[in-house]
T-cell receptor, first 115, second 115 residues
Framework: DAGVIQSPRHEVTEMGQEVTLRCKPI?????LFWYRQTMMRGLELLIY????????DSGMPEDRFSAKMPNASFSTLKIQPSEPRDSAVYFC?????????????FGQGTRLTVV | GENVEQHPSTLSVQEGDSAVIKCTYS??????FPWYKQELGKGPQLIID?????GEKKDQRIAVTLNKTAKHFSLHITETQPEDSAVYFC??????????????FGKGTHLIIQP
């Protein structure tokens, strides 16, 4: 398997523009997570899905952020409108979870710069 | 609530010596404690994990210990090598009613192996 695939790897956009980040989890994994990494705040959980259903979005910073998982093989994180403070590395991770938590596999991340 | 404290933030050791990184957590419902290694420009990668019913786990040069009473867990790396230089993150999670719970990460430890 190719692992968790994120696109794009890098995104530079102007303040106010819409940004969409994409993630393809590992085939067969039923849990998907979006994290944000910054120097100041470290790795923060934004939202996670189990079996395509959003379970906890309490980490989403504002209404400008939204995430969807229309099927088991695809998820998006959208920021509209984007602001400079949204600049960070965004990671998607997936895991195969049943009664026990198991290893979460991370993608390579999307480095977002909002100017 | 969920909170993970990690120390030290930077650790420099001589090649061949041991390195120890410590974490504490606050949520007594935590039952899964993974450690991730992150190299520059890459996503975090699991190196070892431990569940709440186990006190210690070892994998070659890496070991993790867990004290549930004190809510402490630690990473031990013996016979350090230059390729061990990276940022290490501890994390915790539990299980929600919906299945997998997201990871709460510590702020990371920058491990530097001096030749």
């Amino acid at each position: 398997d190719a692992g968790v695939i994120q696109s794009p790897r890098h995104e530079v956009t102007e303040m106010g523009q819409e940004v969409t980040l994409r993630c393809k989890p590992i085939s067969g994994h039923n849990s998907l997570f979006w994290y944000r990494q910054t120097m100041m705040r470290g790795l923060e959980l934004l939202i996670y899905f189990n079996n395509n259903v959003p379970i906890d979005d309490s980490g989403m910073p504002e209404d400008r952020f939204s995430a969807k998982m229309p099927n088991a093989s695809f998820s998006t994180l959208k920021i509209q409108p984007s602001e400079p403070r949204d600049s960070a590395v965004y990671f998607c991770a997936s895991s195969a979870t049943g009664a026990l938590n198991t290893e979460a596999f991370f993608g390579q991340g999307t480095r977002l710069t909002v100017v | 609530g969920e909170n993970v404290e990690q120390h030290p933030s930077t650790l420099s050791v001589q090649e061949g010596d041991s390195a120890v990184i410590k974490c504490t957590y606050s949520d007594s419902a935590s039952n899964y404690f993974p450690w991730y290694k992150q190299e520059l420009g890459k996503g975090p990668q699991l190196i070892i994990d431990i569940r709440s019913n186990v006190g210690e786990k070892k994998d070659q040069r890496i070991a993790v210990t867990l004290n549930k009473t004190a809510k402490h867990f630690s990473l031990h790396i013996t016979e350090t090598q230059p390729e061990d230089s990276a940022v290490y993150f501890c994390a915790r999670s539990g299980l929600s009613g919906g299945g997998a719970d997201g990871l709460t990460f510590g702020k990371g430890t920058h491990l530097i192996i001096q030749p």
